[in-house]
C-alpha cells in the first residue's frame, strides 16, 4: 500500500506533519479530516521523483454553499442543537477547504464566548453586513431560528434572481463572441484564399467583392492592433467603472437604454424590497437597513436614491416622500411603500412588492430573450451572407459571361 507524507494545521493553527498508508490520496484527505486536520500538503512516496499534490490556498465561498448552510444551520438551531454542536457538524461536512476553515474559526469564537454574530463579523468576505445584522437581530431577540430561516429564503430568492439574469445575459454574449470570432477568422484566412484565385482571372471584381478584399487586406495588416484595441476597450471599460464618478455615469445611462434599463430597474426595485423587507422584518433599525440595502443595490443611481432616502429620514421624513422624490423608482412601489408605513405593514408590503417584481423580473427575461434570439440570429447571419455573396460574385459573373 503507498505511503503518503502529509502536513496539516490543528483548529489552533498548529502545523503538524507525519506519514500514513492510504490506497490513494483521496483516503489521506478522509483520514486526516476524521483526525481533525486541514490538510496544506499532501505527498506520495514514490521511487525517485515523489508526486506532490497541493491543496489550493484561496478557494471562493460561493452563493450556493452559503445558501446550503443557513438552511441546514436553520434546520438544526429550529431541531434545539446546540449553536456550538450545529458550526460543528457543519464545518466538518463542509467540502469547500476556504469556508471549512471559516466555520471552524466561527466555532472557536463562540466557544471563547463571542457572540455568533460577531464571530460571523470577523470574516466579512464570506459573511456580508446583511447577514450580519440580520444574525445579530436574532440573537438579540432570542428568535435565531426565525431569523435564519428568513435569510435562507431571502439568499435563495437572491440566488435565483441572479441566475435569470445571467441566463439571459449568457445567450447575446456567447453569440456574439461567435460572431466576431466568425468574422475574423473569414477576413484573416478564408477571404484571401479567394482573393488570391481572383488576382488570377485578371478581371475587375464587382464593388461588393473588392471591398470586402480590401477590408481583409487592412485586418490583415492590422490584426494585432484589432486584437489590442478590443481588449483595450474591455479593460479601459472596467477601470472607468471601477472609479466613483465613471461607475455613477456607467450605472446612470444602463438605466436609460431601452428595454434592458427597464428590466435592470426591475431587478433593482425586486432587489431593494426584498432586502429591506428581510431586515426590517427582522427588526433591524431602519436607518442601518437602508445603510446596508444601498449598498447591495448593484446600481450607482439606486445606491445615491436610497442613500438621499436615509438621509431624509434621519431628519423626520417618511420613507415613501424622499423615496418618490429621487424619481428612480415606480411611483406604484412608493405608494405602496407609503400605505405600508400608514398601516403598519412596512415588512409584508415590501415583501408583497419583492413578489410582484421578482415575477415581473421572470417575464421581463423570458421577454427579452424571445427577442433577442432572432435579433442576434439575423444579425449573424447578415454577415456571414454578406461575406459569402461578396465572394461568389465574381464566379457570378464570369459563368453568366461564358454562358
Sequence with gaps: MPVFVYEGKTRTGEIKRGDIEAPNQAAVMTKLRAMQLLPTKVKEKGKGLDMEIRIPAFESVGDRELVLFTRQFCTMIDAGLPLVQCLDILANQEKNEKFKRVLFQVKESVESGTTFADALRKHPKVFDDLFVNLVTAGEVGGILDTIMNRLAIFMEKNMKLKKEIKGAMFYPATIMVVAIAVVIILMVFVIPIFAKMFSDFGQALPAMTQMVIDLSNWMQRHILLILGMMVGFVFGVRAIYRTEKGRAK???????????????????????????GTMVASGVPILEALNITARTAG????????????????????????????????????????????????????????DFYELEVDQAVATLTSMLEPMMMVFLGAIIGTLVIAMYLPIFTMASAIG
Design 250 to 276: 456607467i450605472d446612470d445611462n444602463v438605466l436609460k437604454i431601452p428595454v434592458v434599463g427597464d428590466l435592470i430597474r426591475k431587478i433593482a426595485v425586486a432587489r431593494f424590497t426584498r432586502t429591506l
Design 299 to 354: 446600481n450607482k443611481t439606486i445606491e445615491k436614491a436610497v442613500l438621499f432616502t436615509r438621509d431624509a429620514i434621519s431628519e423626520g421624513k417618511t420613507i415613501g416622500e424622499p423615496l418618490g422624490q429621487t424619481k428612480v423608482f415606480p411611483s406604484m412601489v412608493t405608494q405602496m411603500i407609503t400605505v405600508g408605513e400608514t398601516t403598519g405593514a412596512l415588512d409584508t408590503m415590501l415583501s408583497k412588492i419583492a
